[in-house]
Structures are given as structure tokens and as C-alpha cells.
């Protein structure tokens, strides 16, 4: 095991997770005049996908931190790894059709982030 892939892996999701978070008011604004409703649910979605990046790359620099070799760390690994590559692939059928460049990017950090990870587990 290499926990430098881990902490590496950790840190991509982790700081895309606070990039989600800081322009959440502007993408809710760009959808233009829709109901509160609407509003409210583009909000929740949207700072859930930051907290849920940011847990997974807290959990994994976590438990690489306490014990890299235990059971419990090697299903977090692997677990981070599959959630982190379902991810990219909704970004891929979703986000990665939007004209808007930091959507095309998920799929990327998502996919390198579990591959950090996968490395880290591997090497």
C-alpha cells in the first residue's frame, strides 16, 4: 500500500467537493426565473454532491491516517473507489453534455481520484 495515492485521491474529491460549494448561489441564479421549489431542490442537489465529495475525501485520508492496512480502511478504499467512478459516469451521461467547462471536469477528477486511490491500494 502507498498512502501517498490515498492522501493524493483524498485531497482531488476533497477540493472539488469546497469547489462545489462556493458558486452555489450563482448556478442556482443562472437557471433564471423558476419556482422556489425548483430553486430549493437545485440548491439541496447541489451542496449535497459538495458535502458527499468532501466525506469521501475526508473518510479516505482518515482512515489512511488511523491504519492504512486494516479491513475497515480497505473497504473504504474500495468503496470510494466504486462510488467515485459511478459518479463520473452520471457526470459523463449528464454534466459532460453541459456547454459549461467545470462540468466537463467530474468525470476527469472523479475518475483520477479513484484511480489514486486504486494505486494507493495496489502499490
Known amino acids: 500500500m502507498n ?3 490515498f492522501y493524493l485521491g483524498a485531497a482531488f474529491v476533497t477540493l472539488w467537493g469546497v469547489a462545489h460549494l462556493f458558486p452555489t448561489r450563482n448556478v442556482v441564479a443562472d ?3 423558476i419556482s422556489t421549489d425548483n430553486r430549493n431542490i437545485i440548491t439541496m442537489e447541489w451542496i449535497v454532491e459538495g458535502v458527499a465529495l468532501i466525506f469521501i ?3 479516505v485520508a482518515t482512515v489512511t491516517w488511523v491504519d492504512p492496512t486494516s479491513s475497515v480502511s480497505r473497504a473504504v478504499y474500495w468503496l470510494s473507489v466504486a462510488g467515485l467512478n459511478v459518479l463520473s459516469v452520471v457526470s ?3 454534466g459532460f453534455k453541459v456547454n459549461f467547462i467545470p462540468f466537463k471536469l467530474c468525470p476527469l477528477i472523479f475518475t483520477g481520484a479513484s484511480v489514486l486511490i486504486l494505486l494507493g491500494l495496489l502499490l
Request: hydrophobic share 60%.
Open 3 to 5: 498512502p501517498v495515492f
Open 57 to 59: 475525501g475526508v473518510l
Open 92 to 94: 459523463l451521461l449528464t
Open 31 to 33: 437557471f433564471g426565473d
